[in-house]
């Protein structure tokens, strides 16, 4: 069974500009959520996707949206980008039935924005 | 909202040692996940436990879960150079514990 695939696995943007992140779960797994991680903040929740509809959300700023395909298939996208936004950002799915079941997470995307 | 405080942040061990992390939510936790991320790699799920008192083991780790079910504890018997990376603890569905990392001295 193929694992959570992240792409791309890292981007160099500049302030200001917006960015799109991809991630496809495993098969069968229909709850996606997204985390940033720094090395000071450890692994922040930004949002989770259930069916489609977006079940939970993180304490971010706006500029941070995502969405859900009918495939389980999830995008984030972060608006005009800030310097502080440089982070790796982890995509982890579920079977997502209840909201409890173990995560498994992909690579990451290495943001840096200079 | 709900807050979970893990500790300590950081562990240098010689190898051999024991190790342990702890982590303490404010509010009850229906079950409490951990996860191990290596350097460079992304996190990776070991146990879940979900029953007050339960106590599980896999091989040199006992996972511990408190009675409150408020707290959780990992720890790590005879610390090997693999032991190496940063421990998660994971309540209630959204929120990680910061982490604690562990460095193993051969």
């Known amino acids: 069974k193929a694992g959570v695939t992240q792409t791309p696995r890292y981007l160099i943007k500049t302030r200001g500009q917006q960015v799109t992140l991809s991630c496809s779960p495993i098969s069968g797994h229909r709850s996606v959520s997204w985390y940033q991680q720094t090395p000071g903040q450890g692994l922040q929740f930004l949002f989770e996707?259930?069916?489609?509809?977006?079940?939970n959300k993180g304490n971010f700023p706006g500029r941070f949206s995502g969405r859900q395909f009918s495939n389980s298939r999830s995008e984030m996208n972060v608006s005009t980008l800030e310097l502080g936004d440089s982070a790796l950002y982890l995509c982890?799915?579920?079977?997502?039935?209840?909201?409890?079941?173990?995560?498994?997470f992909g690579d990451g995307t290495r943001l840096s924005i200079l | 909202g709900q807050q979970v405080m893990q500790i300590p942040q950081y562990q240098h061990v010689q190898e051999g040692e024991d190790f342990t992390t702890y982590c303490n939510s404010s509010?009850?936790?229906?079950?409490i996940q951990w996860y191990k991320q290596r350097p460079g790699g992304h996190p990776v799920f070991l146990i879940q436990l979900v029953k007050s008192g339960e106590v599980k083991k896999q091989k040199r780790l006992t996972f511990q879960f408190g009675e409150a079910k408020k707290n959780s504890s990992l720890h790590i018997t005879a610390t090997q150079t693999t032991d190496v990376g940063t421990y998660f603890c994971?309540?209630?569905?959204?929120?990680f514990g910061a982490g604690t990392i562990l460095r193993v001295k051969s």
């Open positions: 509010t009850t936790l229906s079950n």
């Open positions: 982890a799915s579920s079977s997502g039935a209840g909201g409890g079941e173990p995560q498994h």
């Open positions: 994971h309540g209630n569905k959204l929120v």
């Open positions: 996707y259930f069916s489609e509809t977006q079940r």
